[in-house]
């Protein structure tokens, strides 16, 4: 089964402005044990130079295609600049989740199939069949990043992968029924989930109308989106990016101190989107940023508030 989430995969041009927005200004480091030297390490699978940032349990890992012709070259052709590419979830059982998967109907990517498998090495399956969303296994490989690597504490984990998707039904097709991960029926009771945002308005960013399902991997979830008014920003995002039914909509990491993080990334020229709100008993602390100032990805931070406070 899958166990925790390994890594949000970005593709970018520039592996100095990766450097600059996640070491910088998020206060991350990067990998130097995995990912050394100015250009990271080779992921011969996409080829790619590849640098690894890591966060709480897993990481975030940043890619520069390393021509036109690479499958992470074509994303960036049609996306200028990068963005969100891919999500890596952990196997403890990659054997089972395999062969599971394929029996739900999920075909492989790369490698193209399973005799061409090592049963060892990740593997991406074919986003045709995933609605959509480039979605990889990593075999649980018991590796323990080195303290030195842990960064300024700004982020202490990720809190989750935001998705956008076209309906709650959808969502529940992939993620629970071929993926596996259950619904946290005491935050997102199905079958809608929960509501957030009220209703449209085009002067209020960052306060979206949508239903959402939290479906909790390790110390992270992924959090799915569906749009309740095509017009706001997340209905425009689905009709442009998930005809297939999904796509990677936003990166959130956790923020144990959310002033300290606004002020942090502000100083390093994160462009935020409104302002952080004050805290409120039992509701969670968020902001946005915008994505042409991380990476062309979309990111919220969050930080939980207990009702006692
Ligand atoms: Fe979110």
Known sequence: MFRQVHHMGIVVDDLERARKVLGEGW????????????????????????LEFPLGEGFVRVFRPNGPDSPMGRFLAQRPGGGAHHVSLVSDTPEYDV?????????LWLPPTKSDWDGKSPVYFDPATTAGVIVQLWPDDGYDVSPQYHGEGVFTKLHHCGVAMRSVADARQLWVDMVGCPVDMRRSPLPEGR???ADYDPDR?????????????GQTEIEVSVPRDMRSGTGKFVERFAGQGAAIHHICPYAPDPERAVAYLNARGLQQIGVLPPARPGAPRVSWYHPKSVLGVL???????????
Request: aromatic share 4%.
């Open 27 to 50: 206060g991350l480091r990067v990998n130097e044990d995995r990912t050394p030297g100015a250009d990271g390490a080779l992921d011969a699978t996409m080829q790619a130079q590849v």
């Open 99 to 107: 062969t599971r998967l394929m029996a739900a109907g999920v075909r």
């Open 195 to 197: 509501p957030v945002g």
């Open 205 to 217: 960013p960052a306060s979206d109308p949508v239903q959402i399902l939290d479906m909790p991997v």
């Open 299 to 309: 990111m919220e931070i969050w930080h939980d508030v207990p009702f006692d406070s």
